[in-house]
């Protein structure tokens, strides 16, 4: 057994059969509760949410979307491929053209046609491809976490490396990432603490909307405890947030609601109290039966 970088164990057959051991084994600690339970926030009619999106489409995979988001509230988006989550996250951020639609943040209307745009508005992003959308792998660890801070940490257009390298060093024992180096490029952290990076980028911000976009794929379970935790964290502070995930379990344990995709249309919105991962399958699968 290895981990980071180094030999941390043989396990043996008896151990290999112990799921939650060998687990402990693989990152170092006790994984007692993957999804750890939550106060659902309740529902407020009267309440502005903090996203609003009407009629959203971009001509072609995308149909008419319309859905709502509450502060505090987190909401999975689900679909086979092919079902338009994907063009969701990327109409929402301003990564492609919106045919028509409208977008409105806190009850004001938002024209979002860049990441730019995206970012004032306060929205953020972490990308469903890290190494090429989400970090810049040359960079340091610091360099990447503070992108979105550079107003904070930089003067007249020069970066103040004392400030950038303290506030770098915060979120890397905040979020435990791995190596706890701030000066290390990012390309050599595994895809778990890459991961952590990007999330800490926008923690440090003002950022009221949350977007994730397959957060835990190819990452380990150890840092997919982390990442639910701090997402748990950002809800419970009045920030809503969006996850578009395939996993089906990880949405059914992270979330408040799941907005279920078919063929670009949104086919059902479901409150994940008392809801089966079967019945969540089935709609994923246009109302029909998964395949064995």
């Not at 001509?59 to 987190?74: A, M, T």
């Not at 792998?137 to 303290?166: V, Y």
Request: hydrophobic letters at 40%; charged letters at 25%; a positive charge.
């Amino acid at each position: 057994m290895l981990r980071n970088g180094e030999v941390v164990g043989y396990p043996d057959r008896d151990l290999l059969q112990n799921t939650e051991a060998l687990i402990a084994m693989m990152v170092g600690r006790e994984i007692d509760q993957l999804y750890t339970p939550r106060q659902r926030p309740a529902a407020d009619n009267g309440a502005t949410p903090l996203l609003s999106v009407r009629q959203l489409s971009d001509g072609r995979q995308l149909q008419d979307l319309s859905f709502d988001i509450q502060p505090g509230e987190i909401v999975g988006v689900a679909g086979l491929l092919g079902a338009g989550r994907d063009v969701l996250v990327d109409l929402l951020y301003g990564l492609r053209p919106a045919e028509r639609g409208t977008i409105h943040l806190e009850g004001r209307p938002r024209r979002i046609r860049t990441p730019k745009q995206a970012i004032r508005a306060g929205m953020a992003l972490v990308p469903r491809d890290r190494r090429h959308q989400g970090l810049i792998l040359p960079f340091t660890t610091a360099d990447n976490i503070n992108l979105a801070s550079l107003p904070e940490t930089a003067t007249f257009g020069w970066e103040r490396r004392g400030i950038a390298e303290q506030k770098a060093r915060d979120w890397i024992e905040q979020l435990a990432i791995r190596p706890g180096r701030p000066g290390l490029p990012v390309r050599y952290m595994s895809g778990g603490n890459q991961q952590k990076a990007i999330l800490a980028r926008w923690l440090g911000t003002d950022a009221r909307l949350f977007i994730l976009d397959e957060p835990t794929l190819g990452v380990d379970i150890g840092a997919r405890r982390d990442i639910y935790q701090r997402t748990r964290q950002l809800a419970d502070k009045g920030r809503a947030v969006l996850v578009s995930s395939s996993d089906a379990p990880e949405l059914l344990g992270l979330c408040d609601r799941i907005l279920v995709l078919w063929r670009g249309a949104l086919a059902a919105n479901l409150p994940t109290r008392g809801l089966t991962l079967d019945a969540l399958l089935v709609a994923i699968n246009g109302g029909q039966e998964p395949s064995p």
